[in-house]
């Protein structure tokens, strides 16, 4: 009785905020990719394992999945006799595991590129630097009125990527990311700031601002902090309409 009634005053506030009912089609989009997400889990779980079990028998190999193809080819070769037959039984399974798992990993990538490149908002996102089909697609199937946030800052709160506030008498103190809401959008905004740094020590142009952060910061500390840019950005263009407009400052790594 006491909740009932308490969600009654509540919705007679007129500064409550609700939360859009999400459509069919949209409910569907994001199983495609949650569904992508799992595959992606079950696949870096059995390269693991085919990693370390190929470690016992004094065959190292380096993370990633370039280095698993390695490792597969020398399953298939069936030459290297470190491996025993008994061993090579086994391991050839999560080899077909894999390659299984990789096979509709790429089915669902190309189902969400089709999605995204009929949806006119998702392809204006992809004009922002670091921004793919994945994250845009993601983003519309999460973010349903990006209008329900006042600021961008608010926007990329509610991600996780703003710093906790510790202030307490008149100082303040600022702390780790809050790493709140979505984990899957708050990584691949991370991920995809982390490609443009690379980038950029290859001489892509970057900002200014990232440019002279570099040079006193962590990488991963200015990844986060490019990711939270990122995110606003998004932000500017669900609620003012519009592609990215790069700043006219740019300069060369």
């Known amino acids: ?22 459509t069919a089609e949209q409910q569907a989009a994001g199983m495609i990719l949650r569904a992508r997400e799992l595959l992606i889990r079950q696949r870096s779980q059995t390269a693991n394992a085919l ?32 491996i025993p037959a008994t061993a090579r039984f ?25 999605a995204v490149r009929t949806d006119p908002d998702a392809r204006r996102l992809m004009s922002i630097p670091g921004v793919g089909p994945l994250i845009a697609a993601t983003v519309r199937t999460s973010v349903l009125d990006a209008r329900g946030f006042a600021t961008a ?14 202030s307490s008498g008149g100082k303040e103190r600022l702390g780790a990311i809050s790493k709140r809401g979505n984990r899957q959008l708050r990584t691949l905004l991370i991920v995809g700031a982390t490609s443009i740094i690379k980038l950029a020590k290859r001489g892509l142009k970057v900002p200014l601002w990232v440019r002279t952060m570099l040079q006193r ?3 991963k500390v200015v990844s986060v902090a490019l ?21 006219a400052a740019m300069l060369k790594s």
């Open 217 to 219: 910061r962590p990488v």
């Open 90 to 114: 086994a391991l050839i399974h999560f080899a077909e595991q894999i390659e299984l798992l990789t096979n509709r990993i790429e089915k669902l990538d190309r189902e969400i590129l089709v």
């Open 153 to 166: 800052r608010d926007f990329a709160a509610w991600m996780g990527l703003t710093p906790r506030a510790q």
């Open 1 to 22: 009785m006491a909740d009932a009634e308490a969600i009654c005053e509540a919705v007679t506030r007129p500064t409550m905020r609700f939360v859009p009912m999400k």
């Open 51 to 82: 990693r370390a079990h190929m470690a016992e028998l004094g065959i190292i190999a380096g993370t990633g999945m370039a280095s698993i193809a390695k490792l597969l080819g020398l399953l298939r070769e069936g030459e290297d006799d470190r």
């Open 227 to 247: 990711a939270n840019k990122i995110a606003r950005t998004i932000w500017a263009l669900l609620v003012k309409g519009g592609i990215y407009q790069a700043p």
